[in-house]
Nanobody, 123 residues
Framework: QVQLVESGGGLVQAGGSLRLSCAAS????????MAWFRQAPGKEREFAAR????????YYANSVKGRFTISRDNAKNTMYLQMNSLKPEDTAVYYC????????????????WGQGTQVTVSS
């Protein structure tokens, strides 16, 4: 079992930055693929970024590539999402997710989810 808790969301002006954190419980955190998804009002949840268990491999959605950086610290059981050059279209609830075995961008492959943190970017 893995429990995930996001933090770091808030209100920021366009062009600004935020860093999200995802704190995980459970001794197996270091073996899980982790990801960030987001869901804007009235839209489906979409993939943003994922990171391998070791942190050596990352993958980004085209919409965030070059602006967002995903990272993890397995010693602290924490994953991060550094978001720079934020745009109003980045406004969404951001969720962290974990799965033990699949290198995937599909939400259905992720077994564990946090409760989400709101990010609002004003123009």
């Amino acid at each position: 079992q893995v429990q995930l808790v996001e933090s770091g969301g808030g209100l920021v002006q366009a062009g600004g930055s935020l860093r999200l954190s995802c704190a995980a419980s459970g001794r197996t955190f270091g073996s899980y693929t982790m990801a960030w998804f987001r869901q804007a009002p009235g839209k489906e949840r979409e993939f943003a970024a994922r990171i391998s268990w070791s942190g050596s491999t990352t993958y980004y959605a085209n919409s965030v590539k070059g602006r967002f950086t995903i990272s993890r610290d397995n010693a602290k059981n924490t994953m991060y999402l550094q978001m720079n050059s934020l745009k109003p279209e980045d406004t969404a609830v951001y969720y962290c997710a974990a799965n033990p075995s699949v290198w995937s961008s599909l939400a259905l492959h992720y077994n564990y989810w946090g409760q989400g943190t709101q990010v609002t970017v004003s123009s």
